[in-house]
Antibody, heavy 122, light 108 residues
Framework: QDYLVESGGGVVQPGRSLRLSCAASGFTFSHYAMHWVRQAPGKGLEWVALMSFDGRNIYYADSVKGRFTISRDNSQNTVHLQMNSLRTEDTALYYC???????????????WGQGTLVTVSS | EIVMTQSPATLALSPGERATLSCRASQSVRSNLAWYQQKPGQAPRVLIYDASTRATGIPARFSGSGSGTEFTLTISRLQFEDFAVYYCQQYIHWPPITFGQGTRLEIK
């Protein structure tokens, strides 16, 4: 069974930082691209960031570009999302998800974690 | 950026009925489209990829069709566990990866 488990969410004030982590197990993590996707309360899915299997291809949504940084450690089977200069509109449940592709060819997301909640509020 | 538009926003049907959900892309995505199901309190799960291929373990009552800009997810005979929110997603023109806004399938 393939698993993704997110952690690191919490309540943070606007302008502060937070680092999310996603631990993978049950599959060869280093073969797959990984995404972060978020969902604001009661809203739909919004793609946030993508990193290729080897960490060389990185893409961000315009809404987070320059503030968020995705990284991965293939030796630890983890992917991270460093979130700086947080805004109230970043409040959401953040999911990590595995891409069937390698990040040079982006495909669909076949495994998702259960998400970690980030609340940005003063 | 490709905009994905789903309709209707909400669909109210009874168990046993047939559900037809639509997804339209602002430009052609060929067959590079996936459908996801999300139940309350759960993560999304992929149902269909490449517009018409069922993902592993997905029941045969779920089917996808279409190509280019018009796509359909059909659930042939609704079961209680099918009432959820459904999203489409394109994966040919990226970044960004884009999702539709979702269709809520609710019990009538």
């Amino acid at each position: 069974q393939d698993y993704l488990v997110e952690s690191g969410g919490g309540v943070v004030q606007p302008g502060r930082s937070l680092r999310l982590s996603c631990a993978a197990s049950g599959f060869t993590f280093s073969h797959y691209a990984m995404h972060w996707v978020r969902q604001a309360p009661g809203k739909g899915l919004e793609w946030v960031a993508l990193m290729s299997f080897d960490g060389r291809n990185i893409y961000y949504a315009d809404s987070v570009k320059g503030r968020f940084t995705i990284s991965r450690d293939n030796s630890q089977n983890t992917v991270h999302l460093q979130m700086n200069s947080l805004r109230t509109e970043d409040t959401a449940l953040y999911y990590c998800a595995r891409d069937v592709g390698d990040g040079y060819n982006v495909l669909y997301l076949d495994y998702w974690g259960q998400g970690t909640l980030v609340t940005v509020s003063s | 950026e490709i905009v994905m538009t789903q309709s209707p926003a909400t669909l109210a049907l009874s168990p046993g009925e047939r559900a037809t959900l639509s997804c339209r892309a602002s430009q052609s995505v060929r067959s590079n489209l996936a459908w996801y199901q999300q139940k309350p309190g759960q993560a999304p799960r992929v149902l269909i990829y490449d517009a018409s291929t069922r993902a592993t373990g997905i029941p045969a009552r779920f089917s996808g069709s279409g190509s280019g800009t018009e796509f359909t997810l059909t659930i042939s005979r609704l079961q209680f566990e099918d009432f959820a929110v459904y999203y489409c997603q394109q994966y040919i023109h990226w970044p960004p990866i884009t999702f539709g806004q979702g269709t809520r399938l609710e019990i009538k």
